[in-house]
T-cell receptor, first 113, second 109 residues
Framework: KAGVTQTPRYLIKTRGQQVTLSCSPI?????VSWYQQTPGQGLQFLFE???????NKGNFPGRFSGRQFSNSRSEMNVSTLELGDSALYLC????????????FGDGTRLSIL | EDKVVQSPLSLVVHEGDTVTLNCSYE??????LLWYKQEKKAPTFLFML????IEKKSGRLSSILDKKELFSILNITATQTGDSAIYLC?????????FGQGTRLTINP
């Protein structure tokens, strides 16, 4: 079974731009969660989608948004990029029923210049 | 607010040593506690603990949960250089994981 796939692996943007990250979950997984990892704050929860609906959201500004498609693939968008948005963005998938663990992709490393 | 605290934050040992990593949690709606290992990229899943007092084991790694005292430990016996990584514990609450700061484990040959 293929794991969680995230694209692109690396991205360099400048302040003020916007970016879209993509995540394909493990086959059969209906829940996709997004996390931001930085050296200072560690791993922080952004949001979770299940069957195209956002079920939970972390404490991030409205510039961070996401969506999920009918095939469970998910995208995350960050608008008006700031230097502090430089981070590793991780996507995780699970069955969504709270029984099984979340499995992570390799992440997208976003650098803001 | 849910909180997960790991200790120590950093640990350096020699190959062959046994290590114990700690994780305490304060959460309002506990469901399960998870351990992950992170090397350079994705955190990889190690254990999921839901019941108190039942040890989960995989090779040289084992973990146990104490729901009364709100903590978990991860043990690694006969450590190898390949065990060098950041070990993360997380509470799996309502559709999200709340992570601790992680323990950076370094195994010297």
């Amino acid at each position: 079974k293929a794991g969680v796939t995230q694209t692109p692996r690396y991205l360099i943007k400048t302040r003020g731009q916007q970016v879209t990250l993509s995540c394909s979950p493990i086959s059969g997984h209906r829940s996709v969660s997004w996390y931001q990892q930085t050296p200072g704050q560690g791993l922080q929860f952004l949001f979770e989608y299940f069957s195209e609906t956002q079920r939970n959201k972390g404490n991030f500004p409205g510039r961070f948004s996401g969506r999920q498609f009918s095939n469970s693939r998910s995208e995350m968008n960050v608008s008006t990029l700031e230097l502090g948005d430089s981070a590793l963005y991780l996507c995780a998938s699970s069955e969504g029923n709270g029984v099984g663990p979340q499995h992570f992709g390799d992440g997208t490393r976003l650098s803001i210049l | 607010e849910d909180k997960v605290v790991q200790s120590p934050l950093s640990l350096v040992v020699h190959e062959g040593d046994t290590v114990t990593l700690n994780c305490s949690y304060e959460v309002t709606n506990f469901r399960s506690l998870l351990w992950y290992k992170q090397e350079k990229k994705a955190p990889t899943f190690l254990f999921m603990l839901t019941s108190s007092g039942i040890e989960k084991k995989s090779g040289r790694l084992s973990s146990i949960l104490d729901k009364k005292e709100l903590f978990s430990i991860l043990n690694i016996t006969a450590t190898q250089t390949g065990d060098s990584a950041i070990y993360l514990c997380a509470d799996q609450g309502a559709q999200k994981l709340v992570f601790g700061q992680g323990t950076r484990l370094t195994i010297n040959p």
